[in-house]
């Protein structure tokens, strides 16, 4: 069993900022990568960003420039900083594990922009 735990969800107004955090725990074994998706209202989840244990990472074009993904690879946590938060990033936000075990999701952590 692999569990994964978000936190850092919240109400903000646009232009502030948030860092979420997903914390892996469990039977762990080769991790590939580690990474963060998006659902909005009525819409499908999508990819906001992911990062390898090696460090190489990929963004969402709409999150460039203003969200930064990292990883403890020690502490098997992600990080995604978000910045210049705007109404359009509002979703239930994922944390995401590619393992050689296969992939494990998150029960979601909710971020709100609104004014």
């Known amino acids: 069993q692999v569990q994964l735990v978000e936190s850092g969800g919240g109400l903000v107004q646009p232009g502030e900022s948030l860092r979420l955090s997903c914390v892996a725990s469990g039977n762990i074994f080769g991790i590939y990568a580690m990474g963060w998706y998006r659902q909005a209202p009525g819409k499908q989840r999508e990819l906001v960003a992911t990062?390898?244990?090696?460090?190489?990472?990929n963004y969402a074009d709409s999150v460039k420039g203003r969200f930064t993904v990292s990883i403890d690879n020690p502490k098997s946590t992600v990080y995604l900083q978000m910045n210049s938060l705007k109404p359009e990033d509002t979703a239930d936000y994922y944390c995401?594990?590619?393992?050689?075990?296969?992939?494990?999701w998150g029960q979601g952590t909710q971020v709100a922009v609104s004014s």
């Open positions: 990062i390898t244990t090696g460090g190489a990472t």
């Open positions: 995401n594990l590619f393992s050689s075990r296969g992939t494990h």
